[in-house]
């Protein structure tokens, strides 16, 4: 006890540790223990089917169409930028089978 200015008594109240408590050397050398994750399934993807080769004649037909381009490029009636953008379209849809 210690008594105040005013001259009445005070308790004194032990002062609080801050902070985690510290470790004994035990518990430092031994490793945390590892948390173990479960395994996830993989969704299995079905098989795709080979797509159709393209008819001779969808192919004979998308050539000529090319090469009509082509002529057109020659005679500067497009630019080459129409022409390549063109000529990708025809070929994906030759590949996918769409319309032409």
């Known amino acids: 006890m210690s008594k105040t200015k005013g001259g009445s008594l005070r308790l004194e109240k032990p002062k609080k540790k801050r902070g985690r408590p510290k470790k004994s050397e035990e518990e430092k050398k031994r490793p ?8 996830k399934e993989k969704p299995t993807k079905p098989k795709k089917e080979p797509k159709e080769k393209p008819t001779g004649d969808r192919v004979k037909e998308i050539r000529a169409l090319i ?3 082509r ?22 849809r030759l590949e996918k089978g769409g319309k032409i």
């Not at 490029?73 to 063109?86: A, E, M, N, P, T």
């Open 71 to 92: 002529q057109d490029l020659k005679d500067g009636l497009i630019s080459k930028k129409f022409y390549q953008q063109q000529v990708e379209k025809l070929t994906d």
């Open 67 to 69: 090469a009509d381009l």
């Open 32 to 39: 945390l223990p590892k948390k173990e994750k479960p395994k």
